[in-house]
């Protein structure tokens, strides 16, 4: 069983819908990340959440620590957004446990 | 905003062959390490890099890998014998203790 499992694995939407990625995890963990991995393959860091909620512009960001549970939500979503998303978690200080990534299209 | 900058974007090396990939993590950073992404499945953690030490190691980072931190600026990920399974794109990131980690673009790595 994976230590880190996203949902869904490939989402398809409207250009302007909200959308909802969720991370499950089964190890303890010192914080949780949200990473973006676009088609080129770099990947770039969106939040660090040890608790409770986190939002930049249209992105947010909750954990429930009791539930192992975290959610990423887009609003007003937009075709720039379509990217790989990965819920990856510290497991102690430094090493990251990667989920497997929710492929993410926005269409026009 | 500062980078972590990875060299070369695309390394070709036949089986068999050592090679080196290059990494300049961001300039105040204390904490290196290295990823890899087999082409189609999840990044996997390879090793972290604290104070000219390992700091910890996945068992995928066996014998046949190593780092180094040659110089105050450049930390290296080496692969003595190549093998075609090594084939993937090798990330390096760098952070400041708990602080998120910042990647860089990676390097893909193609075994002939």
């Known amino acids: 069983k994976n230590e880190v499992e996203q949902s869904p694995q490939n989402l398809t939407a409207q250009e302007g819908e909200f959308i909802t990625i969720n991370c499950s995890y089964s190890v303890g963990i010192s914080a949780l990340h949200w990473l973006q991995q676009h088609p080129g393959g770099g990947i770039v860091s969106l939040f660090m959440?040890?608790?409770g909620k986190k939002k930049h512009g249209r992105l947010i960001a909750t954990i429930n620590i009791q539930e192992k549970h975290s959610s990423l939500h887009i609003t007003a979503s937009h075709p720039r957004d379509s990217a790989v998303y990965i819920c990856a978690v510290n497991q102690g200080a430094q090493k990251l446990v990667f989920g497997q990534g929710t492929r993410l299209t926005i269409n026009p | 905003e500062p980078e972590v900058t990875q060299t070369p974007s695309h390394q070709v090396t036949q089986m068999g062959q050592e090679v080196i990939l290059r990494c300049v993590p961001i300039?105040?950073?204390?904490?290196f390490y290295w990823y890899r992404q087999i082409l189609g499945q999840k990044v996997e953690f390879l090793v972290s890099f604290y104070n000219n030490e390992i700091s910890e190691k996945s068992e995928i980072f066996d014998d046949q890998f190593s780092v180094e931190r040659p110089d105050g600026s450049n930390f290296t990920l080496k692969i003595r014998s190549t093998k075609l399974e090594d084939s993937a794109m090798y990330f390096c990131?760098?952070?400041?203790?708990?602080?998120?980690?910042?990647f860089g673009d990676g390097t893909r790595l193609s075994i002939l």
């Open positions: 990131a760098s952070s400041v203790e708990a602080r998120p980690q910042h």
């Open positions: 300039s105040n950073h204390l904490y």
């Open positions: 959440l040890s608790s």
